[in-house]
């Protein structure tokens, strides 16, 4: 029996050497690095923009509605978003309705009807578009509902 008992616990430290060396062989095979190799990854992303928030706008005034050289004023809000650096110019036409027109001017954030945001850098601002109509004689343009369109155009540099 103490033979029997023997030769199972050799037979059991074997199979753990055995295990062992298998387990070791198998974990240096992994550990052993053969070749690797590198790349570079790269993408371009393009120039975007996105100008939101205008909406139609009326023109008002606080002269006497109709009178000879009444000025009519009003501006709308928009946002412009850009990932980089974008030209915005904006045309407009004179108020008419139908036959009769109202000479009309435009401007961009009070100024010209056109600015560039800056180099090398990312845009995300509210803006400003606005108009005047000045009245001429009281006969010179007909009563009634006057409109006209405005075009707001972002472009790159």
């Not at 790349?39 to 023109?59: I, N």
């Not at 412009?80 to 401007?107: C, P, R």
């Not at 009070?110 to 108009?131: K, P």
Request: hydrophobic share 40%; charged share 15%.
């Amino acid at each position: 029996m103490k033979a029997t008992m023997k030769e199972n616990m050799k037979s059991t430290m074997k199979k753990i050497a055995l295990i062992s060396a298998i387990s070791a062989l198998a974990f240096n095979a992994q550990g052993v690095e053969l070749d690797s190799d590198s790349a570079t990854v790269s993408m371009s992303v393009g120039l975007y923009a996105s100008l939101t928030g205008l909406d139609d706008f009326s023109l008002t005034t606080i002269d006497a509605d109709g009178e000879a050289g009444a000025t009519y004023n009003g501006n709308d809000d928009f946002n412009l978003e850009s990932n980089g650096q974008v030209h915005v110019s904006m045309v407009g036409a004179n108020l008419s309705n139908g036959g009769d027109s109202v000479a009309t001017s435009y401007s961009l954030d009070s100024g010209t009807l056109e600015f560039d945001t800056a180099s090398g850098a990312v845009h995300n601002a509210s803006h400003n578009v606005s108009a005047q109509a000045v009245l001429g004689a009281i006969s010179a343009q007909k009563a009634g509902a006057y409109s006209g369109s405005i075009t707001i155009t972002v472009s790159s540099i």
